[in-house]
C-alpha cells in the first residue's frame, strides 16, 4: 500500500501513524469513561426496570413498575408527590442558577475592573472557599445563622423569626447555601469573557442612543455568552441533583429529587426505584440543555 | 432646531489629562456646519481623545463643547447627534447588516415602517442591499465599513465622526473609498470629522486640516494652505516630502551649505529654516538665473508615476516627471526658485 504523507501543523507524517498515535492517547481516557461511567449507567438502566424484594433485595422481575411509581401511581392511587419534588428541585436549580448568574456580573465586572495587582488576589478569594469541603462549608452556614448571631437577631427583630432561634432549616436558607456553593461555577467562566470584552461595542451601543437595559442586552451579553453558558451549565445540572444543601440546610421538610434518590439507595434500600428516579433526572437534565442550546443559538436576545 | 444654524461645532480651552499624560492642551477648533474637517496628525497626538469628547466617550478636564450654539460638554454620548464610525467598525457581530444599520433607529423607538424605509434607503446608497440579511463576520472589511457608516448614517447626525475609519483597509481600495467618502459628504452636506494619521487621505477628503502633535493643534487650513504654506518643520515634513534647508539670514536671502538662496522675503529670524518640497525643484542643462545649485545624482527611484532623485549636495530630493533616465553620477541644474521657497517660523 503506498503511504501517503502529509503535513500536520508542520509534523511531516503519514495518516495511518496519525491513527495510531490518537489511539494511544484516547484510549487511556476513554477506558475510564467506559468503565466508570458508561457501564454503570447501563447498569442502572437495567436496574431501574427490576424490582424491590420484601428485604430491599433486588428481584430481576422487569417491568414498568419504578417509573409509573414516578409518575405518581402508587398502591393508593395517583398522587403528585414525587412529580412535585422532581418540579421543586428544577425549580431550586433555576432560581439558584439565576441568583448565581445575577451576583456574578457585577463580581465580574468589580474584578476586571482592579489594577492587575490586586486583580488576582479577588480572584482567589472567589476560589477560596472551594479549598473546604463542601459538607464542612454547609455546616459553616448554621453557625453563622444561629440565633445568637446579628442575622437572626435582625429576623427576630424585624419580626421574620421568632426572637432565639435560628434561621435554617427554610427556604431562604438553602438558597443561602446553594448560591454560595455555586457562585465560582458562574463567575469564573463568566470573568474570562468579561475580561475579554470589547468596551468599544458598549460605546457604539451609547453612540447609537441605547438605553442602559439595551447595552446590556445588545452589547454586553452577546459578548459574555459562551462564558454564561458555561457557568450556567455548571451549575444548573450539579443544582438539580444537589442534596447535601438542601438536606442540611432545608431541613427534612425540603425534600429535592437528590434527597429523594439517596433516601432510595439509603434508608429505603429500593435500588430499583432510586435508579429508576435517576434516570428520570438523567433525562430531565439532557432535556434541559437540549432546550437550554437550542435557545442560545436564538439570533435575539430581548 | 438649533443645529440648522450654521454655527456648526466648536470647542473651546479643551484640555485632558491620562495621568501624566497631556492628551489634548488647549484646543479650540471651529468647524462649520457642512465641513469636511480632518485632525491630522502622528499616532499619540491626541487626535482620537479629541474625537470622543466630541462624541461623549471621553470628558474633558476643561473646555467647552458646542454645537449649534448650544453647549453639550455635559450631554451624554446617547443624548448628541452626532454618530461616530469606530476605527474597528464595533459591528454588533450577532445582529444581520439590516439590524446593525438599524440599531440606533430602534434605540430611539421609530415606528417599523420608517426604519425599514430608512435603513434600506442608507443601505441602497451604499451599495449593501444584497447584504441586508448577513452577519458581519460574513463580510469583507470594505463592506463592513460601509456598514458602519450607513449605521451612523441613517441617524442623520449632525455631525459625523470618523476614527480612521480606513486604516484597515488596503491600498487600492483605500484610495477608492477616500473619494467616495468625499462625494457622499458633499451629496448630504453633514459635517464630516475625520481623525487620521495618513496626510493622502487628508488632503484627498477634506475641506480644512487640522495638524496635531502633542495635543495640541499646530496648523489648520485648507490642505493647499497647509501643504503649500507649512509654518513649521513637523507640518512640512508631516505633510508630504519638504527638503529642510538650514542657513543664517543673509541680506535678501539666506547663507545655506548648498550656497546662497534668494528668498522673497527677509525671515524673522537670524538663523532657521527654509523648506521646499521635492516636486517643486525644477531641473535643468544649464544653469538658471537665480538660485541655481550644481547637483550630483546619487541615487534614482522609480515610483511609476516619477521618479524620487537623491542629489549631492544635501541630500537634496528632487521628484521628476521628465522622460530623461538619470543614473547615479549624473550632475544636472536644480532651480529652487524663491517662491517656492517656505520659510519657516521655527524649526
Known amino acids: 500500500m503506498k503511504t501517503k504523507l502529509l503535513v500536520w501543523y508542520g509534523e511531516l507524517t503519514t495518516t495511518r501513524s496519525l491513527v495510531r498515535r490518537g489511539l494511544y ?17 447501563l447498569v442502572l438502566i437495567v436496574v431501574s426496570f427490576a424490582s424491590r424484594g420484601a428485604y430491599g433485595e433486588l428481584l430481576w422481575e422487569f417491568n414498568l413498575e419504578n417509573y409509573r411509581r414516578l409518575a405518581g401511581f402508587g398502591l393508593f392511587g395517583w398522587t403528585a408527590d414525587y412529580l412535585m419534588i422532581v418540579w421543586r428541585s428544577v425549580w431550586v436549580a433555576l432560581v439558584t442558577t439565576a441568583l448565581s448568574v445575577a451576583l456574578s456580573y457585577p463580581l465580574c465586572f468589580f474584578i476586571a475592573h482592579r489594577p492587575e495587582r490586586t486583580r488576582y488576589l479577588w480572584l482567589t478569594m472567589v476560589i477560596i472557599p472551594f479549598w473546604t469541603n463542601m459538607v464542612i462549608r454547609t455546616y459553616a452556614w448554621f453557625l453563622i445563622l444561629a440565633p445568637a448571631l446579628p442575622f437572626a437577631r435582625l429576623a427576630a427583630l424585624l419580626g421574620i423569626v421568632s426572637p432565639g432561634s435560628p434561621l435554617y432549616p427554610s427556604v431562604f436558607a438553602v438558597y443561602l447555601g446553594m448560591v454560595s456553593m455555586f457562585l465560582p461555577f458562574v463567575a469564573l467562566p463568566l470573568y474570562a469573557s ?54 442540611l440546610l432545608g431541613g427534612a421538610k425540603y425534600m429535592l429529587v437528590g434527597n429523594l434518590i439517596q433516601q432510595q439507595f439509603g434508608a429505603s434500600r429500593d435500588w430499583a426505584f432510586g435508579a429508576a428516579i435517576s434516570m428520570g433526572l438523567m433525562v430531565l437534565t439532557l432535556f434541559s440543555l437540549y432546550l437550554y442550546r437550542r435557545r442560545s443559538r436564538g439570533e435575539n436576545f430581548l | 432646531m438649533a443645529s440648522e444654524t450654521n454655527e456648526g461645532l466648536r470647542l473651546q480651552g479643551m ?129 463592513k465599513q460601509r456598514v458602519a457608516l450607513a449605521r451612523a448614517l441613517v441617524n442623520e447626525p449632525d455631525v459625523l465622526l ?102 522673497e522675503k527677509t525671515p524673522p529670524w537670524d538663523e532657521g529654516i527654509v523648506a ?29 508615476t516619477d521618479y524620487d532623485l537623491w542629489l549631492d549636495p544635501g541630500p537634496l530630493r528632487v521628484r521628476s516627471h521628465t522622460y530623461k533616465h538619470f543614473k547615479p553620477g549624473d550632475e544636472i541644474w536644480l532651480e529652487l526658485a524663491p517662491q517656492e521657497l517656505v520659510i519657516l517660523d521655527e524649526d
Not at chain 1, 457604539?204 to 459578548?223: N, T
Not at chain 2, 461623549?56 to 461616530?84: F, K, Y
Not at chain 2, 484610495?175 to 494619521?197: P, S, W, Y
Open chain 1, 25 to 41: 492517547f484516547m484510549s487511556p481516557g476513554m477506558l475510564w469513561l467506559m468503565v466508570f461511567l458508561v457501564l454503570p449507567g
Open chain 2, 15 to 143: 484640555n485632558k489629562r491620562f495621568g501624566k499624560v497631556h492628551a489634548v492642551r488647549d484646543v479650540s477648533l471651529e468647524v462649520p456646519s457642512g465641513q469636511f474637517f480632518t485632525l491630522l496628525g502622528p499616532s499619540g497626538c491626541g487626535k482620537t481623545t479629541l474625537l470622543r469628547i466630541i462624541a461623549g466617550l471621553e470628558m474633558p478636564d476643561e473646555g467647552r463643547v458646542l454645537l449649534g450654539g448650544r453647549e453639550i460638554t455635559n450631554l451624554p454620548a446617547t443624548r448628541r447627534q452626532i454618530n461616530t464610525v469606530f476605527q474597528s467598525y464595533a459591528l454588533f457581530p450577532h445582529l444581520s447588516v439590516f439590524e446593525n444599520v438599524a440599531f440606533g433607529l430602534r434605540s430611539r423607538k421609530f415606528p417599523q415602517p420608517e426604519i425599514e424605509q430608512r435603513v434600506n434607503k442608507r443601505l441602497e446608497m451604499l451599495g449593501l442591499q444584497a447584504m441586508a440579511r448577513r452577519r458581519p463576520d460574513q463580510l469583507s472589511g470594505g463592506q
Open chain 1, 194 to 247: 468579561i475580561e475579554r470584552l470589547d468596551w468599544e461595542l458598549v460605546e457604539a451601543a451609547q453612540d447609537l442612543y441605547a438605553s442602559r437595559v439595551r447595552v446590556f442586552m445588545q452589547a454586553i451579553l452577546p459578548q459574555t455568552l459562551p462564558g454564561l453558558s458555561v457557568g450556567v451549565i455548571l451549575t444548573f445540572v450539579p443544582a438539580m441533583g444537589m442534596f447535601v444543601v438542601p438536606d
Open chain 2, 276 to 304: 521646499i518640497r521635492p516636486e517643486w525643484i525644477r531641473l535643468h542643462e544649464s544653469q538658471p538665473a537665480k538660485n541655481g545649485i550644481r547637483g550630483r545624482v546619487r541615487e534614482v527611484i522609480f515610483r511609476g
Open chain 2, 162 to 263: 470618523l476614527d480612521e475609519p480606513m486604516s484597515a483597509l488596503d491600498a487600492r481600495l483605500r484610495a477608492q473609498v477616500q473619494v467616495e467618502l468625499r462625494r457622499l459628504q458633499q451629496k448630504l452636506g453633514r459635517t464630516f470629522i475625520l481623525v487620521t494619521h495618513d496626510q493622502d487621505e487628508a488632503m484627498v477628503v477634506s475641506d480644512r486640516i487640522a495638524v496635531m502633535r502633542d495635543g495640541a493643534v499646530v496648523q489648520s487650513g485648507t490642505p493647499e494652505e497647509v501643504y503649500d504654506d507649512p509654518r513649521t518643520r513637523f507640518v512640512a515634513e508631516f505633510l508630504g516630502a519638504a527638503n529642510l534647508i538650514r542657513g543664517k539670514a543673509a541680506g535678501d536671502g539666506l547663507q545655506a551649505d548648498i550656497g546662497f538662496l534668494h528668498l
